[in-house]
């Protein structure tokens, strides 16, 4: 539901997902977007991206609403722009692997790829952890933190 009403307050129109994994998030990322948005999803495993594929195009969203890029993130970011087209992201949705957070986050700083009063929601960062992630999201001042509790996922 956090995503949900956050896709929903927002309408972005740009919308990054870091770990798409077998593309069930994704499918619900592409459903709460306005129309004509776009969603770039990065997904580090080959065959967790074949499964994705598969799910995103059963549930009806084509290339041009949602791309699925297969690759490291750490790859694929300094190339979203000239590569993938995308300028800078509304809304970034991470949930890879917790300890890339913080790194990623950094790329798309220095890259600037987030647009002005982008929303980036980070998963698990209580639990399994992302400790530096938060640390930083906390105390650089570039951005507002606020932890949402929640037990169930979807």
């Known amino acids: 539901r956090i995503v949900e009403r956050l896709l929903y307050e927002r309408a972005p129109l740009r919308v990054l997902e870091l ?4 593309g069930y998030g994704t499918v619900l990322l592409a459903q ?8 770039y999803a990065v997904e580090g495993d080959p065959r967790h991206a074949a499964v994705a594929e598969k799910v995103i195009r059963l549930a009806g969203f084509d290339e041009q609403r949602v791309e699925l890029i297969v690759g490291p ?3 694929v970011i300094p190339r979203l722009r000239e590569k993938h087209g995308l300028p800078k992201a509304d809304f970034v949705f991470m949930d890879h692997g917790k300890r890339c957070y913080l790194r990623d986050l950094r790329l798309l700083e220095s890259h600037r790829l987030l647009a002005e009063g982008a929303t980036v929601l980070a998963d698990n960062v ?3 952890g992302a400790p530096h992630f938060l640390q930083y999201a906390k105390t650089c001042g570039k951005y507002r933190c606020k932890v949402h509790r929640a037990s169930l996922e979807y």
């Open 73 to 75: 993130s750490e790859e």
């Open 126 to 128: 209580l639990f399994p």
């Open 32 to 39: 709460g977007l306005p129309p004509g948005a776009r969603l």
């Open 19 to 22: 770990g798409a994994y077998c």
